[in-house]
Nanobody, 120 residues
Framework: QVQLVESGGGLVQAGGSLRLSCAAS????????MGWFRQAPGKEREFVAR???????????DYADSVKGRFSITIENAKKTVYLHMNSLKSEDTAVYYC??????????WGQGTHVTVSS
C-alpha cells in the first residue's frame, strides 16, 4: 500500500519561499511520475509540477505556466521524497497542495494535502 505524506506548508509573506516535501512509503517510485497539484478555495484542483522518467532513467520536470521560473520540483530517491521549492510566492499561490504518484498519465495515489497561505 502506497502512502504519500506532505509537509512544509504554512503562512508566508508575498515574495517569500517555502519548500514542500512529500514522503512516499510502501513502494519505490523510481519509475513513477510524481506530481504536485493545488486547490485554491472555490476553485478546481490544478496541476502545478511533475517529475517523470524516460526509458533511460532520465528525470524530466514539467511546470504549469503560472509557476514556471518560480517553482522547482526535485526528487531524492534514497529518501523516497519529492520536493516542491516555491519562490517569489504570490497571494494567488494560496491553496492546499497535494502530492500524487502515478503512471501513464494517471495518478493513482494522493497525499492528504498541506496548506499554503501567502499573505500580501
Amino acid at each position: 500500500q502506497v502512502q504519500l505524506v506532505e509537509s512544509g506548508g504554512g503562512l508566508v509573506q508575498a515574495g517569500g519561499s517555502l519548500r514542500l516535501s512529500c514522503a512516499a512509503s510502501g513502494r519505490t517510485f523510481n519509475s513513477y511520475t510524481m506530481g504536485w497539484f493545488r486547490q485554491a478555495p472555490g476553485k478546481e484542483r490544478e496541476f502545478v509540477a511533475r517529475i517523470r522518467w524516460s526509458g533511460d532513467n532520465t528525470a524530466y520536470a514539467d511546470y504549469a505556466d503560472s509557476v514556471k521560473g518560480r517553482f522547482s520540483i526535485t526528487i531524492e530517491n534514497a529518501k523516497k521524497t519529492v520536493y516542491l521549492h516555491m519562490n517569489s510566492l504570490k497571494s494567488e499561490d494560496t491553496a492546499v497542495y497535494y502530492c500524487a504518484m502515478g503512471q501513464s498519465g494517471t495518478y493513482n495515489y494522493w497525499g492528504q494535502g498541506t496548506h499554503v497561505t501567502v499573505s500580501s
